[in-house]
């Protein structure tokens, strides 16, 4: 019985240490078919796996990503939303899935998701920026404001935090205001020629 008890055990490890070593070896390959540009097999790679584990979060997350590269968005969505269902709490899925969005230029669900990662964390600099970026195409520009004079306090020199600030007073008829951050990207960047224009249409 002993004897019988301790085989099951050394099995049990066996089983464990090949069954990991599987997983890697899957996930390693699928790596690699990534590195080499090609989405398809980079997904075919992780089909076994995914058959087993249906309800991975890493998994999803992964497939999620690697359909958004194959440009195949529905696949993504598909996984990326079923991570978030896995892991409530999860802003990177999120933030994941806000690239997939905008890509889309789906606007008004960028907008929705943005406020989930802000609420979850409110100096989440890609949340609040892709978040002013959806409340500019929706022209609700005074909550677009808002959020860029917030981030622009923690990120004096951004310049995508400058030029989105300067659409969003821009947008909102505020002229002097959006002059004031075209004219901050101005010196950041001298040869932005968006910024150039803008600065000599709003200095008249």
């Known amino acids: 019985m002993k004897k019988t008890l301790v085989c ?43 058959q087993k584990y249906p309800l991975g979060y890493t998994l ?23 991570a978030i269902k896995v892991s409530p709490e999860s802003i990177e899925a999120r933030l994941s899935y806000e690239s997939l969005l905008m890509a889309q230029l789906k606007w008004e669900e960028l907008e929705e998701i943005s406020a ?9 600099y890609l949340g609040n920026l892709r978040y002013m970026i959806a409340l500019i195409k929706r022209q609700k520009f005074p909550e677009a404001i808002k959020i860029g004079v917030k981030m622009s306090k923690l990120y ?21 205001q ?16 968006v910024a150039q224009s803008k600065v000599a249409l709003l200095s008249n």
């Open 8 to 50: 099951f055990f050394f099995f049990l490890i066996s089983s464990s240490n090949l069954f990991a070593n599987n997983i890697a070896a899957s996930y390693q390959a699928s790596f690699v078919s990534e590195a080499a540009g090609n989405y398809a097999q980079a997904i075919s790679d992780l089909k076994g796996l995914y």
């Open 156 to 176: 004096p020199t951004d310049m995508d935090y400058l030029f989105y600030t300067a659409a969003a007073y821009e947008g909102n008829n505020e002229k002097k």
């Open 60 to 82: 999803n997350y992964r497939l999620g990503w690697l359909f958004y590269k194959n440009k195949a968005y529905a696949n993504s969505e598909y996984h990326y939303k079923r």
């Open 116 to 124: 989930v990662i802000v609420q979850k964390d409110r100096y989440s």
């Open 178 to 193: 959006a002059l004031k951050y075209y004219q901050a990207l101005l010196i950041l960047s001298p040869i932005n020629q």
